[in-house]
C-alpha cells in the first residue's frame, strides 16, 4: 500500500442537514444544483508540495491540519499522551476535552512508505469543510514509526476507493453518503504549480470551471487503489513505457517510476548526489529538460517540463528532482507533483479517475 512520501473549521450548527458557517468560514456551504451535492474544503499549502486540510474533532471542535491520502483508507489524528508530543507533532487530539467522544477498545494500525502507525480506534464528530459528521470512527494514534518529526500536520485522512483495511471497512466516501453530504462517492482535487498557491479538495460532483477543455476518464484497475493503465509516457521522442501501471497518489510530494526509467529520466542533469532514490543537485544548475508526455489517448496527450523542487535548509537552498524511485515498485506513482498540473477527479461509484487540464 502507498502513502506518504515527505520530504519534509470553527464551530458549526447543524440543521436538518443545512450549515450555519461561522464568519471566518461563510465560503464553506452545501451547494445544491439540479440534485447533486457537494462542498469543498480548502487546502492550505505547505513547502514541499503538501497541501493540508483543517478539520474539527470532538465537541467542542479541536483543529488538526490532516494530510488527504489518496494511498491509503484511514483516518487517524496524533493523540494526547503518544510519543509525538516529544518527536515533534505541535497539536494532540485530547478525548477529555470531548463531550461527544466515545472509545471502542479496538486497537488499529495503518503502515505507509514513510512508516507505521497504531493505536486505539475511537468516534466523535468531525467538522470538515463546514459540515458536521457524527460518530466518525477514527484512530488515536499512540505510537509510530519514523513518525513525528517535525511534521506540519498532526494525521491523515485516507481517501482510497475502497477500504483495505479491516478496521476501517466504511470508507469516508461512503461515511459522507450515509449521512447524506453529498449525493455520489466522488471527490476531486485541484492543487495549483503558482508557489505557494494554496488547493480545493472538493467532494461531491462539484463544478467544472476549474479545469480547461474536456476530461479524459481512465479505469481503475485496482481493487482498492487508485490505479490505472496509461497507454504511453514519453521522454522527449523515447517511449518510456507502454501500457504503464500508475497509482494516483495525493499522499506523496513527489512522483516515483520504475528505477530505470527514473535514472533515464535523470540522466540529462547534472546531480550532485543520490540518496534512496533521490536525486539532488545545486539549484544554480537548474534547467528545462525534455518534457515527459503522459498519453492518456492520441486526444489527450499532456506534457510536463517542471522537474525541481527546493529545500531551505537554514541560509542554503537544495535543489531536487520530482521524479524518484522505490526498489520494491515496478509502477509509477503519480504524487501532488504531476497532478497540480490536473484537475482531478476520484470516481468510486463508476470506478474511473478524470483529468482535465487544470486552471489556476
Not at 2 to 23: A, E, K, M, N, R
Request: charged letters at 20%.
Amino acid at each position: 500500500m502507498l502513502s506518504i512520501f515527505i520530504l519534509y473549521i470553527l464551530i458549526h450548527q447543524t440543521v436538518s442537514g443545512s450549515v450555519v458557517p461561522s464568519d471566518h468560514q461563510a465560503q464553506h456551504v452545501i451547494v445544491r444544483r439540479n440534485n447533486p451535492i457537494f462542498f469543498t474544503v480548502p487546502l492550505h499549502y505547505r513547502r514541499y508540495n503538501l497541501y493540508l486540510a483543517q478539520v474539527g474533532f470532538g465537541t467542542d471542535p479541536q483543529t488538526f491540519l490532516l494530510l488527504p491520502d489518496s494511498g491509503s483508507s484511514a483516518i487517524w489524528v496524533a493523540s494526547k499522551g503518544s510519543p509525538h508530543e516529544e518527536s515533534g507533532f505541535d497539536k494532540v487530539y485530547d478525548a477529555e476535552l470531548s463531550s461527544t467522544h466515545k472509545t471502542t477498545g479496538i486497537d488499529f494500525s495503518e503502515e505507509y512508505t514513510k512508516g507505521k502507525v497504531g493505536g486505539l480506534l475511537s468516534k466523535d464528530n468531525l467538522l470538515i469543510g463546514g459540515m458536521l459528521l457524527p460518530d466518525v470512527l477514527f484512530g488515536e494514534t499512540i505510537h509510530s514509526e519514523s513518525w513525528g518529526n517535525k511534521e506540519p500536520f498532526q494525521g491523515i485522512i485516507g481517501l482510497q476507493h475502497t477500504s483495505d483495511n479491516s478496521k476501517f471497512p466504511q470508507t469516508f466516501l461512503d461515511t459522507l453518503l450515509a449521512n447524506r453530504m453529498i449525493d455520489r462517492p466522488v471527490f476531486s482535487l485541484n492543487y495549483c504549480r503558482k508557489p505557494g498557491s494554496d488547493g480545493e479538495l472538493t467532494f461531491g460532483r462539484g463544478p467544472d470551471h476549474q479545469f480547461q477543455g474536456n476530461m479524459v476518464f481512465m479505469d481503475v484497475t485496482d481493487k482498492y487503489a487508485w490505479q490505472f493503465t496509461i497507454p504511453r509516457i514519453m521522454f522527449g521522442d523515447e517511449i518510456l513505457c507502454l501500457d504503464c501501471r500508475v497509482v494516483v497518489d495525493s499522499g506523496h510530494s513527489l512522483n516515483s517510476a520504475p528505477e530505470a526509467q527514473t535514472r533515464l529520466i535523470n540522466r540529462q542533469f547534472l546531480f550532485a548526489r543520490e540518496d534512496e532514490g533521490l536525486f539532488y543537485l545545486n539549484c544554480a544548475n537548474k534547467r528545462k529538460g525534455r518534457p515527459i508526455t503522459l498519453v492518456f489517448s492520441e486526444d489527450a496527450q499532456f506534457a510536463l517540463d517542471d522537474y525541481f523542487l527546493e529545500a531551505d535548509y537554514g541560509a542554503h537552498s537544495v535543489c531536487f528532482s520530482a521524479y524518484t524511485f522505490h526498489k520494491a515498485h515496478d509502477f509509477w506513482v503519480f504524487g501532488v507533483d504531476i497532478l497540480q498540473y490536473f484537475s482531478t477527479v476520484f470516481d468510486a461509484e463508476k470506478k474511473r479517475i478524470g483529468f482535465a487540464k487544470r486552471e489556476c
